[in-house]
């Protein structure tokens, strides 16, 4: 079981940012995300740091951990610039770089009070919504595919391949992914977790190396392998945690999972 650790990065300074991304990569977690939102409001911060200014500045001072969008909203932005932002994180980090991309929320839900702050348009339809995460996967294959057409001549280009994953909430999504993605990432406490986690399974043919990923609040107790509640998402086919920390990471406990994790 791979064990990843995501920030709020807009509820610490930037010293405190990198200093626990330190910590976390010295203490053997695999994976440090980071978030995609223009306001920290809804994680009750008063500020946000942007998610590929922050990823590449953090790849630019990291040297073996992993780094990654959990997840970069497929509204915020183009899929030209989207590539082109993660193949700039990818380049700068040596390969460390995973994209998490997802579909973003519905008008009514406190996610997208930010874009209506800033006027974005939000797309009420969620098949629609679903729609348009195809459309940017199948914009990224083509424009990072080593024989791409013609028109994407100078386009920046990955070295290796990036792998891509998708936050979900549904199975019709968690089929998507299967189909389209390397990999799955789902609220832990998710009611149809399970069913979530087997359509995604199920849809990637069970690609031995497909990401089947659940996100957490942090708890000390889950570092544990024999912990009961990680042996149920293991049995149900989970290969990744991702602890969240939604305020400022704790950089003791941060040390303390050493233990578990080298």
């Given at each position: 079981m791979i064990i990843d650790v995501q920030f709020n990065q807009g509820s610490c300074s930037w010293s405190s940012l990198v200093e626990a991304t330190h910590v976390a990569e010295q203490s053997g977690f695999r994976t440090v995300?980071?978030?995609?939102?223009?306001?920290?409001?809804?994680?009750?911060?008063?500020?946000?740091?942007?998610?590929?200014?922050?990823?590449?500045?953090?790849?630019?001072?990291?040297?073996?951990?992993?780094?990654?969008?959990?997840?970069?909203?497929?509204?915020?932005?183009?899929?030209?610039?989207l590539a082109l932002a993660a193949t700039s994180v990818h380049e700068i980090s040596d390969g460390r770089f995973i994209l998490g991309v997802g579909a973003?929320?519905?008008?009514?839900s406190t996610?997208?009070?930010?874009?209506?702050?800033?006027?974005?348009?939000?797309?009420?339809?969620?098949?629609?919504?679903?729609?348009?995460?195809?459309?940017?996967?199948?914009s990224l294959r083509q424009i990072w595919e080593p024989q791409r057409d013609e028109k994407f001549l100078g386009f920046a280009k990955p070295k290796t391949p990036i792998?891509?994953?998708?936050?979900?909430?549904s199975v019709s999504?968690?089929?998507?992914?299967?189909q389209h993605s390397d990999g799955v990432n789902v609220w832990a406490l998710h009611p149809q977790r399970i069913d979530i986690i087997a359509a995604a399974r199920q849809a990637s043919?069970?690609?031995?190396?497909?990401?089947?990923?659940?996100?957490?609040?942090?708890?000390?107790?889950?570092?544990?392998?024999?912990?009961?509640?990680?042996?149920?998402?293991?049995?149900?086919?989970?290969?990744?945690?991702?602890?969240?920390?939604s305020g400022a990471p704790d950089v003791k406990a941060l040390a303390a999972a050493a233990q578990f994790l080298l």
């Open positions: 995300w980071v978030l995609d939102h223009f306001s920290g409001a809804i994680f009750g911060s008063d500020s946000m740091k942007e998610c590929f200014t922050t990823l590449g500045a953090l790849a630019a001072v990291t040297h073996s951990v992993n780094i990654g969008a959990l997840v970069a909203n497929v509204a915020n932005r183009s899929p030209g610039l973003g929320a519905s008008p009514s996610f997208a009070a930010e874009q209506h702050a800033l006027g974005n348009p939000v797309e009420p339809v969620l098949a629609r919504r679903h729609e348009r995460v195809v459309e940017t996967l199948t792998p891509v994953i998708v936050g979900v909430n999504l968690a089929r998507i992914a299967g043919k069970d690609r031995p190396d497909f990401i089947l990923s659940v996100w957490v609040k942090w708890d000390d107790a889950l570092l544990d392998p024999s912990h009961p509640q990680r042996l149920q998402w293991q049995n149900e086919g989970v290969n990744r945690i991702v602890l969240q920390y």
